[in-house]
C-alpha cells in the first residue's frame, strides 16, 4: 500500500507485505517503552486481527492484533503492559474515525485466511481460535543490552550469554555466595519477566536442565529483582525480548567441542578474578564461613 497513517506518538506505514510501525520520539509524553523500541516491521502474517474502538477524550484507536507467539517482545510481557504501552495501538483524534475504518478495512484484507480469528477479522466475540505461529515473526531488539536492578546489573550480548554482576548493598547473601553468573543462551528454555511496575518485579532464567530453583526471585542467582524506578519497563522488556529470542532462535543440538578446547570460564580469567574478590568480601562481611570460602575459592581456581 505505501501509505501513512499518523497518530499519537505513532505512525503506521502500509507496506505491500508488512505493518510498519514507528514511534515518537523526544517528547516527553510518549511511553519511553516507544522511545526504546524505535521501529516495528510487522509482517502481515503475524497479526490475527485489526479493530477499532473509541478511544478516551474525543480520539479512536486502531489496533493491531498480533497472533500469539509472534512477537517475542509481547511474549514476554505476557499481557503485563498497560493499554496505553501497548506497542499495536495507534491512537487517533475522533474526527479522523473514516480514515480509520479504511485502513483498518484495507489492513484486513491483506491479513493470511489461517491467521485471523474470523470472518470479519475481529478477535473480540469470536469463537474461532487464532492459530499461533511456529516462531516469532516480529524481530526482538537487537545489540548488546543492559541494565540496573535492585541487586545488580544485567547485561546480554545480544546473542549467546547474559551475566548478573550483584551489588554490595542490594544482593542477597545467597546470590554473593554464588558469585556472579554467567548463562549461556543455549542452556536456558525460557525467561520470566515480572513487569516492575508491579509489586516484586523481576528477570528470572529458566535453566533447560529442571535445576530446582528457590522459590523467592531475590536468592535466585539466575534472576535480578527489580526496586524503585530500577529495571523499568522500557530497559527490562526489550532485555527480556532478545533473551526470549535467542533462546527459540539457538540450534540446540550438542556441539562439538575439540579434545582440550577451553571452555567458557577458562577462556575469562578475568571473570574468575571478580568472583574471587567477591568471595573475600562476602568473608570479610561474615556471610560465609572460612571453610565455605576455602572450598569456594579451590572450585573458582580450578576454573583458570
Known amino acids: ?30 511511553p519511553k517503552l516507544f522511545g526504546a523500541l524505535r521501529e516495528r516491521r510487522v509482517p502481515h502474517e503475524a497479526l490475527a486481527s485489526v479493530t477499532l474502538t473509541p478511544g478516551k477524550r474525543g480520539t479512536v484507536v486502531l489496533h493491531a492484533v498480533p497472533r500469539p507467539g509472534a512477537d517475542p517482545l509481547m511474549e514476554a510481557a505476557a499481557g503485563q503492559l498497560k493499554e496505553t504501552c501497548d506497542p499495536y495501538r495507534l491512537v487517533l483524534p475522533a474526527d479522523r474515525e473514516t480514515l480509520a475504518e479504511y485502513y483498518r478495512d484495507e489492513l484486513r484484507a491483506l491479513l493470511p485466511p489461517d491467521a485471523t480469528a474470523g470472518a470479519d477479522g475481529s478477535a473480540e466475540g469470536d469463537d474461532v481460535a487464532v492459530m499461533p505461529t511456529d516462531g516469532f515473526l516480529v524481530a526482538a531488539p537487537t545489540g548488546p543490552l543492559s541494565f540496573k536492578t535492585y541487586d545488580g546489573r ?25 558469585g556472579d553468573q554467567t548463562f549461556s543462551v543455549r542452556e536456558l528454555s525460557g525467561v520470566e519477566w515480572r513487569s516492575p511496575e508491579i509489586l516484586d518485579g523481576y528477570l528470572r532464567l529458566v535453566p533447560r536442565d529442571g535445576t530446582p530453583r528457590p522459590a523467592q526471585p531475590d536468592r535466585d542467582p539466575a534472576s535480578v529483582v527489580f526496586g524503585l524506578g530500577l529495571g523499568p519497563v522500557h530497559e527490562s522488556l526489550p532485555f527480556a525480548a532478545a533473551v526470549l529470542a535467542a533462546i527459540r532462535g539457538k540450534d540446540r543440538a550438542p556441539v562439538a567441542v575439540p579434545a582440550g578446547a577451553p571452555d567458557a570460564a577458562r577462556r575469562d580469567p578475568g571473570a574468575v578474578a571478580d ?30
Not at 1 to 28: K, Y
Not at 159 to 172: C, K, L, P, V
Open 1 to 30: 500500500m505505501g501509505d501513512v497513517l499518523a497518530g499519537i506518538h505513532a505512525t503506521w506505514e502500509f507496506e505491500s507485505d508488512a505493518l510498519v510501525i514507528r514511534f515518537e520520539r523526544g517528547n516527553r509524553n510518549t
Open 154 to 178: 544485567a547485561s546480554f550480548d545480544g546473542t549467546s550469554e547474559i551475566a548478573f554482576r550483584w551489588s554490595w548493598t542490594g544482593a542477597s547473601s545467597e546470590k554473593w555466595k554464588a
Open 275 to 304: 568472583r574471587i574478590r567477591h568471595l573475600g568480601d562476602l568473608h570479610r562481611a561474615g556471610l560465609v564461613t572460612d571453610e565455605e570460602f576455602s572450598a569456594k575459592k579451590a572450585e573458582l581456581l580450578a576454573e583458570l
